[in-house]
């Protein structure tokens, strides 16, 4: 089974930017989809939101409407690694920031964190002054 670690985040002013790392082990990587999910302060892991995905094609499905247009995601097959920056950064996308995979090639249309088993640590994400 692939093997996600994330890196990235910290504390971000309001507005501003940063880039989330996702890294792989394994080398069918290529293949998977890879889907961020963030976690909200004081939220439950049954709470835990998809944010978008990555297909094997990188293609990319948004799960949720406020990041369109300030979230984006990007894959590197080179080097096992998936990206996801983030713009216009705003107090409520304060969150742990997970990536995961189902180990299937396409990104479905809805999602939900009881689709996948294996989670990492994941990386805090702080918007604030």
């Known amino acids: 089974q692939a093997q996600l670690v994330e890196s990235g985040g910290g504390l971000v002013q309001p507005g501003g930017s940063t880039r989330l790392s996702c890294a792989a082990s394994?080398?069918?990587?290529?293949?998977?989809?890879i889907t961020w999910f963030r976690q909200a302060p004081g939220k439950e892991r049954e709470e835990r939101e998809g944010v978008l995905c990555i297909s094997n094609r990188a293609t990319s499905t948004y799960y949720k409407e406020s990041v369109k247009g300030r979230f984006n995601v990007s894959r590197d097959n080179a080097n096992n690694m998936v990206h996801l920056q983030m713009n216009s950064l705003k107090p409520e996308d304060t969150a742990v920031y997970y990536c995961?995979?189902?180990?299937?090639?396409?990104?479905?249309?809805?999602?939900?964190?009881?689709?996948?088993?294996?989670w990492g640590q994941g990386v805090q994400v702080t918007v604030s002054l």
């Open positions: 995961v995979t189902d180990q299937m090639g396409l990104c479905p249309r809805t999602t939900t964190w009881k689709l996948f088993r294996s």
């Open positions: 394994g080398s069918r990587f290529n293949y998977y989809a």
